[in-house]
């Protein structure tokens, strides 16, 4: 299966939606073969424990990652750009791992983290749920919807890029 | 000022350029000083409103600008990010997504 190493706000984006069936949670954990570093496993657990904004999200996504492989020691090189301790750690294990994807919704950081990267290709949540319908897995009416979820919890509303990404998946 | 110059002509409404006029007298500045100072503050604030940043970044998403033009109004690390985020809704780059996923 094709290797995914995911960031926190990434995942707790997708668990907001998943009561939908299928969800773009159980999707994501399906279609791919998710490798999160325990840094990541330990910021969605402390979102869980206490942020009420994030708590729901995060605790579907703590349950999710049980089907996960947790990588407990990544040493971080000098060359990961001073980011979040899970973000450096994901970076990390994107190219420890030589994946395929590294799932990330940083958008004020891309370019950074991009260039911190081995192989591995950026991949962002609305750009994954329009590839699950563009699969066949997902519906478009199910992703518009999961993705207005996601859009509501991350403030998404006036982001040019989520606009585009709306359209994107309206013309499919 | 600094760097190159290029001379433009505009009509301005006849009471800014009296204004203008004043004002130059009084800091003992040239008509042309006061139109850049004025319009590099005008795109120093809006290249620096999210809100018009956005939309900057949809005219490129949406091709009416290109990377150049896009790199010139926010700078180069948003231009960059702005690229890599067009890039991940490409029509190939979506398929490659989709294909490589395995539900079996």
């Known amino acids: 299966m094709t290797l995914l190493v995911a960031d926190t706000p990434s995942l707790v984006s997708i668990g907001c939606a998943e009561q939908y069936d299928p969800s773009a949670l159980s999707l994501l ?7 999160v570093p325990q840094a990541v496993v330990d910021e969605i657990e402390t979102l869980a424990s206490y942020d009420h904004d994030h708590r729901q999200p995060a605790q579907a996504a703590v349950d999710a990652l049980d089907t996960a492989r947790i990588v407990s020691q990544v040493n971080i090189s000098e060359s990961v750009p001073p980011l979040d301790l899970g973000e450096r750690a994901a970076i990390e294990l994107a190219n420890d791992e030589q994946s395929q994807y590294l799932l990330c919704d940083e958008f004020t950081n891309l370019t950074l983290i991009a260039s911190a990267l081995d192989d591995a290709e950026l991949l962002t949540t609305p750009a994954l749920m329009t590839a699950f319908v563009d699969a066949g ?3 478009k009416a199910d ?3 999961q993705l207005s979820e996601v859009a509501a919890l991350r403030s998404w509303d006036n982001n ?5 990404a709306r359209r994107v998946l309206d013309q499919l | ?15 800014l350029v009296e204004q203008a006029d004043v004002l130059g007298e009084v800091e003992q500045r040239d008509r042309t000083e006061i139109v850049v100072t004025a319009l590099r503050e005008y795109l120093h604030d809006a290249t620096t409103d999210e809100q018009i940043v956005q939309e900057v970044a949809g005219a490129y998403y ?20 702005f690229r890599l985020l067009k890039q991940q809704l490409d029509e190939e780059f979506i398929h490659d997504v989709a294909e490589s996923m395995d539900f079996e």
């Not at chain 1, 954990?29 to 490798?35: I, K, L, T, W």
């Not at chain 1, 040019?160 to 585009?164: G, I, K, M, N, T």
């Not at chain 2, 190159?4 to 409404?13: D, G, H, L, Q, S």
């Open chain 1, 29 to 35: 954990f399906d279609g791919f073969d998710v490798v």
């Open chain 1, 160 to 164: 040019s890029y989520y606009q585009r």
């Open chain 1, 137 to 139: 897995v997902l519906t």
């Open chain 2, 62 to 81: 949406d091709g009416r600008i290109d990377f150049e033009q896009l790199r010139v109004l926010v700078g180069p690390e948003k231009a960059g990010n």
């Open chain 1, 143 to 145: 992703a518009q919807a």
């Open chain 2, 1 to 15: 000022m600094s760097g190159e110059t290029k001379r433009v002509n505009f009509n301005f409404p006849q009471h």
